[in-house]
């Protein structure tokens, strides 16, 4: 089945420690995507990126670092600079078509809820 | 970046038309319009895509006047599944600074009742 994988689905956190979680693709999309969203709200962009070995800040990219070593893969940490990490994070992936990421359908992961205790 | 503005919620009743509109008054020639359904705790899904005019698939059916600054999802008989959020979502174009850059806003909450 192709699809986005992101794990854990669950994690906590303790104050002022890093945590990293995982999004993995098998659809061969070029571009990937991580949003936030905070209960009540919108999603908000936090990194993106478009083809490997490159990736773009979002709307909130303060507290967070990505990488895209890989195609299929586009892990996202979020650091002890992110003040207010409880939310609920979801990965997306899309192809890029004649220029254009995004174009007819964003593939979304089940997400992974965040909790700082 | 275009920015759009969608009624905060909505309700409506099994078996009704619903129209949700989108404005995105400073939307760009190329971009396209993309509208998403999210239910609680799950990744928004892909409704309809469009550019111009009108386009329909089996689920929904998309309204884009000829200047392009508002966009309707119009649902056909809605039922109590069909309550979510609705949003509309801006492509850029590409070779623009925001390529890639997909910014979702703040969504409809769509209510059906019995």
């Known amino acids: 089945d192709g699809g986005i994988t992101q794990s854990p689905k669950y994690l906590f956190r303790k104050e002022g420690q890093n945590v990293t979680l995982s999004c993995e693709q098998n659809?061969?999309?070029?571009?990937m995507y991580w949003y936030r969203q905070d209960p009540g709200q919108g999603l908000r962009l936090i990194y993106y990126?478009?083809?490997?070995?490159?990736?773009q800040k979002g709307d909130i990219a303060e507290g967070y670092s990505v990488s895209r070593e890989k195609k299929e893969s586009f892990p996202l940490t979020v650091t002890s600079a992110q003040k207010n990490p409880t939310a609920f994070y979801l990965c997306?992936?899309?192809?890029?078509?004649?220029?254009?990421?995004?174009?007819?359908?964003?593939?979304f992961g089940e997400g992974s809820r965040l909790t700082v205790l | 970046l275009a920015k759009t503005t969608q009624p905060i919620s909505m309700d409506s009743y099994e078996g009704q038309e619903v129209n949700i509109t989108c404005s995105h008054n400073?939307?760009?020639?190329?971009?396209?319009i993309t509208w998403y359904q999210q239910f609680p705790s799950q990744g928004p899904r892909f409704i309809i895509q469009g550019y111009k005019t009108k386009v329909t698939n089996e689920v929904a059916s998309l309204f884009i006047p000829a200047d392009r600054k508002s966009s309707t999802l119009s649902l056909p008989r809605v039922s109590l599944s069909d309550t979510a959020v609705y949003y509309c979502?801006?492509?850029?174009?590409?070779?623009?600074?925001?390529?890639?850059?997909?910014?979702f806003g703040q969504g409809t909450t769509l209510q059906v009742k019995p």
């Open positions: 400073n939307i760009a020639t190329n971009d396209y």
């Open positions: 979502l801006v492509v850029p174009a590409p070779g623009s600074s925001n390529t890639g850059k997909l910014i």
């Open positions: 659809l061969n999309h070029d571009a």
């Open positions: 997306a992936s899309s192809m890029v078509f004649d220029g254009r990421a995004g174009t007819g359908e964003l593939f």
């Open positions: 990126s478009q083809i490997v070995n490159d990736f």
